[in-house]
């Protein structure tokens, strides 16, 4: 630009000269602008993925339908005449899935802690940090699959695959308190002595199983001095505030595979579902036309008191 007195300078020279001459206000101005920017694009990358979220039980829902489907073709109760549920599959069956609303709350916590780290804020920015590493967990490894996959080994080799598939025994032998209570119970050891009183080896055993030889221990035991127990590893574990009947599901003709998966293929035992909260809910919301036609009701309850009381 001409001045006044005919000399020419630069368009920017006067904002050039004020900055250098307080570079105290800008760098306040640059720490500034760097927070709304990371506050901004974490606003712009969460709207989407909140959105996203907001469809995601739709999209579960959908899943559990088609899941239902593929078990209602197969027969309510294992049997060796029919094949095993090799390709049914649970909703949330593996570790693929990323918590949407968690990951935008990841965003947002880093966002905060770059503002704090530029203001000088060292120890808040350091707590913060905290924060968003835990919430990073919680996005790709949260708590609805801390126990889903879980198979513990068990004291004795006992073979679902075996028992309900090969050999078509109905769950309800074993687990009994299913049909008639809230729990289906483990069964004791003289349910096991129905059998293993007079089979002592498998077919492909040439000698006694050692598997076996371990109830006989148990039972031969209960009469002296220190009766012995089979101290199973429990698998399937609800929250204490949560109450969950087996015996009203299964009155209203859900199958055990519905929630445990195929069990009748598992040779060691593991948590197929996640069984959290959301999971149940999204199946008391299907109704008559998604819930399989072998349901007596479909729409269960979703308030708070049948659950939690």
């Known amino acids: 630009m001409d001045q006044p007195d005919g000399s020419s300078s630069p368009l920017f020279a006067p904002a050039i000269v004020q900055s250098a001459g307080g570079s105290g206000s800008g760098t306040q101005s640059f720490k500034k602008g760097l927070l709304l920017g990371f506050v901004g694009a974490a606003m712009i990358a969460g709207a989407p993925l909140a ?3 907001a469809g995601a039980s739709k999209s579960k829902a959908r899943q559990i339908a088609h899941y239902l489907k593929t078990v209602d073709a197969q027969p309510p109760i294992p049997s060796p005449e029919w094949p095993p549920y090799h390709d049914v599959h649970m909703p949330d069956e593996s570790f693929a899935h990323i918590n949407i609303a968690w990951l935008t709350v990841v965003f947002v916590l880093l966002a905060g802690v770059s503002g ?8 808040p920015a350091l707590g913060t940090l905290l924060l968003a590493l835990a919430a990073a967990y919680e996005t790709f490894f949260g708590s609805r699959y801390l126990m889903q996959g879980f198979s513990p080994r068990q004291p004795i080799d006992y073979s679902h695959q075996l028992h309900a598939g090969k050999l078509g025994i109905s769950c309800y032998y074993c687990h009994h308190g299913a049909l008639n209570s809230d729990v289906a119970g483990v069964p004791s050891v003289n349910v096991c002595m129905n059998c293993h009183a007079v089979i002592h080896r498998t077919t492909t055993e040439t000698q006694d199983s050692p598997q076996i030889a371990k109830i006989l221990a148990a039972w031969e035991s209960r009469n ?5 127990s089979i101290a199973w590893n429990r698998i399937h574990r609800l929250p204490n505030y949560v109450h969950f009947s087996h015996r009203v599901h299964i009155a209203n003709g859900i199958r055990c595979q519905e929630c445990h998966g195929a069990i009748e293929t598992m040779s060691r035992v593991h948590q197929a579902a996640p069984l959290t909260m959301g999971w149940c809910i999204d199946c008391h919301r299907l109704n008559k036309a998604q819930a399989p036609n072998y349901w007596k009701h479909a729409g269960g309850p979703t308030d708070c008191n049948h659950c939690h009381f």
Do not use: E
């Open 116 to 123: 704090l780290w530029n203001f000088g804020f060292v120890l």
């Open 224 to 228: 002296g001095p220190h009766p012995k």
């Open 51 to 53: 959105a996203s979220a």
